[in-house]
């Protein structure tokens, strides 16, 4: 068997039927590529085939796109030319696509040429969406639950199979953004408004035979293969097409701020491949995509966000001996925000839901946080009245403990006081079956002090969720000392049920998330009150790549908050706790009243209607600003450093059992600049040494935080990389 075959039907219609052999969903290799090429050019001699039609053997998918490890391949069998190498290999794929896409017909006349139709039964991506557009006609399920486009933007590459030539020349630039630069997946309707395909039915290879019986020559010729092409919205060279341009080169830059390198490749490529023939312009792209595959942003975005992130979708770190503990029922103490949260997504991923919290009143509070969600929903036409009705019925909102009875999970997601959840704990054990597992949802409680509570600690647990719950793409499980392995795996399963990515670490103060975002936002208050500009703090963070700077995170987040893990800290660690400037400023902020976003007054002034206007002046009468404002770079690496020298610690001392979780879990917990990979793939990009000598030079600066861990210290010797020593992957081969 093979992942392409042809067949031939009495009216002479060919079909190339993809079915990767072994996979759930479609995805291209190398030889699956040369096959293609090859069953195409059999489909185009045959004087018996009137047209061809590409579908997918697979029920409700069509491609997930290119096998990202065939690329890794190359470029690891390629020696020292890895970059001749990939590109030969793009240009292949490009010599494969206009093929189908000429698809015989003659070079001047542009006659004769067999008809060639994308049928898309279900999700079609990347390089699969590539070939739909190299096709003459495009026909879509009408299935709404299917979906098309071209995220590898999302992977920190772009479109490198013809999609981005093709389809900036098929709309024109500033159209073809949100597909491109944007990565959106579309449904069918959508996708046919932005002229990603061309036809929705319900038999998509039924209407794709149709219109190759009836096509005419003319039917067969891509615009810019017409005499005449002029490109939608102007070219570069024409006065709207500047402006065009001028206006996407703006976008972009302000949606990446220049951090993310597959963005501006990918609109240097649509720019000048517009300035020459569209053969020419495949060349251009090809080259500006080996130039990113080259780039090790995108191997360590590949390896984090695709790779890694998959590996742990699956259970890379499950425990293997222990069966399946799927969740058919979930108490969650607590109907607060997070628990109002957790009990939407949990009730979304068709669990029975208890919600509990002390009244009545407070228990519906938190249930309506689903309806209000749902009616979103509705009006956004997602959601339909018979979804919403189905949730809110799987949903008990209740005082009542004895709800809990049958529940196979509990999720206590109560007010951050050790003494009242030891109190819940002790009365919901009382209740629950004695397999029950019982987590805890706190975000900085040790899980080892709050299992002394637990009459059962080998099934007491963390799962520490990230606000807003629903949005939020990242759940951490904390073990403590005595959780056992049927527990890990409990909240292995019910994360990959609500379709969440899950880190496993070992219980310490603030876990691993916590632990380098403290330090994050810490390094920019303690900034601050050196006189550094909260601008240029904040705007260094986001020219990294992060969503907000520190000094919005801690509005964002509530500054009390900040004040609150501040004592709690100091009064647990005692003597040895490091005085902070950063506290000095945060408790003052509190004093003030000016307590972040929720107060509508922090490091911002805010209007009204909560927006966020500009800085609080009145932070620079209490910390001027310093005369010599400091190098961005500087003040960058002081950022970075806070927080992957936590990392590298949380490694070296076990909170990290496996190197992927340490970059998957930055990335989606709090958006560590994606386009690292993480904060131990940006260790390997800038080299253990130089990250050493760095570190050397910022204790000197600026005090004992920036000291070199002895891991690093030892790697940098020895010259070492953190995927080459801790690789799981490269271990197992």
Known sequence: MTDFTLTKDADGVAFITWDAQGKSMNVMTREAFELVSALVDQA????????????????????????????????????????????????????????????????????????VVCAINGTCAGIGTEIALACHHRVMTSNPKAKIGLPEILLGIFPGGGGTTRFS?????????????????????????????????????????????????????????????KMPGGAPYHPAGFMTFVGANAMVNGKTQGAFP??????????????????????????????ILMNPSSSAM?????????????????????????????????????????ALVSAQAGMEVVLVDRDQEAADKGKAYTESYLDKGIKRGKVTAEKKEAMLSRITATPDLDHLKGCDLIIEAVFEDPGVKAEMTQKVEAIIPEDCIFA???????????????????????????????????????KGKETGDRAVAKAL??????RKTPIVVNDARFFYANRCIIPYINEGVRMIAEGVNPVLIDNAARQLGFPVGPIQLTDET???????????????????????????????????????????????????????????????????????????????????????????????????????????????????????????SWLDIIGTPYAAERCDQMAEAYGDRFT???????????????????????KAA
Not at 78 to 102: T, Y
Not at 199 to 220: G, M, Q, T, Y
Not at 493 to 498: A, E, K
């Open 493 to 498: 399963d019910y994360v990959r049920q609500i």
């Open 440 to 478: 805890s949802n706190t975000s900085t409680l040790p899980i080892t002090d709050l299992a002394k509570a637990s009459s059962r600690p080998e099934q007491f647990i963390g799962i520490h969720f990230f606000s807003p719950v629903e949005k939020m793409f990242l759940v951490e499980i904390i």
């Open 262 to 291: 597959a963005a501006k490749a990918l609109l240097s490529s649509i720019y000048e491949g517009a300035l020459v023939d569209f053969d020419t312009a495949l060349r251009i792209e090809a080259r500006w995509f080996t130039s």
């Open 44 to 115: 185009l001699e045959d004087d018996e085939v009137k047209g061809i039609v590409i579908t997918s053997g697979k029920e409700g998918s069509f491609a997930g796109g290119m096998d990202l490890g065939t690329l890794a391949t190359i470029r690891e069998e390629a020696g020292d030319e890895p970059a001749q190498a990939l590109f030969d290999f793009v240009m292949g794929g490009h010599h494969i696509l206009r093929k189908l896409e000429l698809a015989g017909m003659d070079p001047k006349t542009k006659k004769g040429g067999k008809p």
């Open 558 to 680: 509530s500054i009390d908050l900040g004040a609150k893990i501040a004592r709690a800290t100091k009064a647990a660690m005692g003597d040895a706790y490091p005085e902070s400037p950063s506290d000095d400023l945060i408790f003052w902020m509190e004093e003030q009243g000016r307590l972040g976003r929720k107060a509508n007054a922090g490091f911002f002034d805010y209007d009204d209607k909560g927006k966020r206007v500009e800085y609080w002046k009145g932070l620079q009468e209490k910390y001027p600003h310093a005369e010599d404002q400091p190098d961005l770079i500087e003040v960058q690496e002081r950022l970075m450093f806070a927080q992957v020298l936590e990392a590298v610690r949380a490694l070296e001392e076990g909170v990290l059992e496996d190197i992927r979780e340490g970059d998957v879990g930055a990335i989606l917990g709090w958006g560590f600049a994606p386009w690292s990979g993480g904060p131990l």
């Open 169 to 229: 020349r098929m709309v024109g630039a500033m159209a073809s953004a949100p597909v491109l630069l944007e990565g959106k997946m579309m449904d069918p309707a959508k996708a046919k408004s932005a002229q990603l395909i061309d036809a929705v039915a319900d038999d998509p290879v039924a209407a794709a035979k149709e219109w190759v019986l009836n096509a005419k020559d003319a039917d067969l010729v891509k615009p810019w293969d017409a005499k005449g092409y």
């Open 302 to 342: 590949i390896r984090s966000l695709f790779l890694n992130k998959e590996a742990l979708e699956k259970g890379a770190v499950r425990p293997k001996d222990v069966p399946d503990q799927r969740v058919s029922k979930v108490g969650v103490l607590g109907a607060g925000m997070m628990g109002a949260g957790i």
């Open 708 to 730: 070199c861990p002895p891991l690093l210290r030892e790697m940098a010797e020895k010259g070492q990389s953190f995927y080459g020593r801790f690789n799981p992957v490269a």
